[in-house]
């Protein structure tokens, strides 16, 4: 199984990044996915999460409006659409699929936004 994310990168501050994470190795579509975020010096933190079929999402609450999760179980991809981006969104982001008690994670992609 691997997790291959990419799409971090340096923005300013109200501008846009768009992550993904594409899955191999595995059957994508019986998996929850997830994005993780880890700011320097501070544990990881949950950022969002879409059910299998893609129905149902949750997020945080400091990411609620301006992030939006979706996925392709065909393209076996998930993604990460972040908007009005702060400062503060800095982090390692990570995505994550889960089936039971199996977790898999991708191996990280930065984001940094400036003000």
């Known amino acids: 199984v691997q997790l291959q994310a990419s799409g971090g990168g340096s923005v300013q501050a109200e501008e846009s990044l768009r992550l993904s994470c594409t899955a191999t190795g595995l059957t994508f579509s019986s998996y929850t996915v997830a994005w993780f975020r880890q700011a320097p010096g501070q544990g990881r933190t949950f950022v969002g999460v879409?059910?299998?079929?893609?129905?149902?999402?949750r997020y945080a609450d400091s990411v609620r409006g301006r992030f939006t999760i979706s996925r392709d179980n065909v393209k076996n991809t998930v993604t990460l659409q972040m908007n009005s981006l702060k400062p503060e969104d800095t982090a390692v982001y990570y995505c994550?699929?889960?089936?039971?008690?199996?977790?898999?994670w991708g191996q990280g992609t930065l984001v940094t936004v400036s003000s």
């Open positions: 994550k699929l889960s089936q039971r008690a199996t977790d898999y």
């Open positions: 879409m059910s299998m079929n893609g129905v149902t999402t």
